[in-house]
């Protein structure tokens, strides 16, 4: 008998690309005013562009000051009949928004992926359906909002102003929309310049559903045309999340003019590993927490925190684990880091990384080979990191960890809440009430137990200190929309 030796397998992924021919995009976006896209008055368009690949998608119109002040005048003619339909009538149209968000959920998803450059796996899996649980749970709140108050009367802000970033666009567009309209108000959203297209698309949706005129309105633009959304008059409130520098000037120029705010901004959440975790489930937790969406995520796990005794450990496996994280094409079903958002925020990673290693921590990025055009950062992480340096204190935005140990419970804490950030935490233990009184201790809006960027419609979500204030999702987030009598 002869024994023939066994040929080694390889084992890798045949490429798999979601098809784009289903997709029915337009060339051209107008501005969403009044039930229907026009023109904006100053015929005002710009290019929004796949950073994946540097090719524009499509034209985007631009919103002027005569286009605000026309969506503010249709947003308040409207905002009394939306307002006075019978609570369980709105709740319908929102029903019904839910509903087409799902049938066009393939549409969306792959748009989504490619106008901000995330892994389709997390547009088609996360993302898209997320934003269709936000405007069911709220359309279910639609005929309760007393009970989300403590049972005390209620009545709409008015017409609320809300801007959102380009990490995740349909989904903050639908935490904002969703509990904004079940409680009556009626909306204007600005997109971020980098990312309108799924915005315009639930446009579309808003007119499927047979959404009144002037409920919703989208209207496009750079941070000018947020800046000028802010400052228009004719607004009961301004709903805003992004960066913590424009927060604090949109509340300087609040300040004073009787318009409610909600701020959600951002963080430089800690992650935290004892000794006793299930170590490759922290591994897994760890890179969810910080390569999910690129990094590009206000409570991403940026600061990870392990105990001294399992660092070695911890440290192997999750440099091992990123060696064989997929970066590349975010179409492809495979990938798992897609392309930066844009190139501006590529200079700002990169320049950010640039300093850490200057201050000296120790950076490895993982080796991989990059598509030659769009915008590209290799999952890198920091060791020998000190609680001073720049990639330990500041948001980098992009899937870079920065590498911390502490020795005792307490050091942990200490060393979580030593950030002007407060946004979120994870704890890794085996152990439930170390977990509980961690928690507590932590001065975090959101802190995850074993596990890590895990999001609810039902759960709260919103910040401490410099990461803002007011909460979105669950009953919670019905109270900045509301008028609640004493
Ligand atoms: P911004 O805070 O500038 O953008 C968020 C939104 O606000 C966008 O729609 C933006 O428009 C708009 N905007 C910009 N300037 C103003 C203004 N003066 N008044 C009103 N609205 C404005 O974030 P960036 O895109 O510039 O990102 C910068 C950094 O911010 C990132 O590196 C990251 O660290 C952090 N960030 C945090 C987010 C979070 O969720 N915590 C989300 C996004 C960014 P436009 O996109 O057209 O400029």
Redesign the pocket.
Known sequence: MTVEPRASIVWDYAPAPEATDHLRLRDRYGLFIGGDFVEPADGRYAPTVNPATEEVIAEVAWAGPADMGRAIEVSRAAQPRWAALPDRERGKFLFRIARLIQERARELAVVETLDGGKPLRESRDVDIPLAAAHFFHYAGWADKLRFGVNAREVAPLGVVGQ??????PLL?AAWKLAPALACGNTAIL??????PLTALLLAEICQEAELPEGVVSIL???????????RAPGLDKIA????????R??QT?LAGRGVELTL????KSANIVFEDAAIDQAVEGIVNGIFFNQG????AGSRLLIQESVVDEVVAKLWARMGRLRVGDPLDKNTDVGAI??A??LE??SELVAAGEAEGAVRRSVQCELPERGYWFAPTMFTEVAPAHRVAV?????PVVSVLTFRTQAEAIEKANNSKYG?AAGIWTDKGAKAFEVASALRAGVVWQNTYNHFDPTAAFGGYKE??FGREGGPAGLRPYLRVAR
């Open positions: 801007i959102v970033p380009w990490n995740f903050m600005k997109p971020a310049e980098t990312t496009p633009g750079d941070g000018a045309v947020g800046a000028a959304l802010v805003f999340t992004g960066s913590t520098a424009v927060g000037d949109i120029a959600e901004l951002g963080g590009h995520v206000c409570c958002n844009s501006e925020q700002r990673i500041e948001e980098i935005f992009g946004l990461s803002g």
